[in-house]
């Protein structure tokens, strides 16, 4: 099993930037494909971003594509969302999770969650 932490997030103004991490222990996170999914109330939660093992592999939908990256730092077991140019509708509960699988963006396919990092961006 793998236990995971989201931090870094906050409240801010459209067009900042915030960096969101997390943090796993448990398992090295190199077993591991990672995904960020992110829940606004009363929505779903959606998939935000995923990045394969060995970082070969990335995704992103077109609502944050060219604004967020996402990296990971198998070494410091570490997932980072880097996110630019903040709209206030990338409003949301962040959620950093964990997929044993090959499919990155389905969400279904990730296995372990963190409690999630909220996100305020203001307008």
């Known amino acids: 099993q793998v236990q995971l932490v989201e931090s870094g997030g906050g409240l801010v103004q459209a067009g900042d930037s915030l960096r969101l991490s997390c943090a796993a222990s448990?398992?090295?996170?190199?077993?591991?494909?990672m995904g960020w999914f992110r829940q606004a109330p009363g929505k779903e939660r959606e998939f935000v971003a995923a990045?394969?093992?060995?970082?070969?592999?990335?995704y992103y939908p077109d609502s944050v594509k060219g604004r967020f990256t996402i990296s990971r730092d198998n070494a410091k077991n570490t997932v980072y969302l880097q996110m630019n140019s903040l709209k206030p509708e990338d409003t949301a509960a962040y959620y950093c999770?964990?997929?044993?699988?090959?499919?990155?963006?389905?969400?279904?396919?990730?296995?372990?969650w963190g409690q999630g990092t909220q996100v305020t961006v203001s307008s």
């Open positions: 999770a964990a997929n044993i699988g090959v499919i990155l963006t389905t969400m279904s396919e990730y296995t372990y």
């Open positions: 448990g398992r090295t996170l190199s077993n591991y494909v």
């Open positions: 990045i394969s093992r060995r970082g070969g592999s990335i």
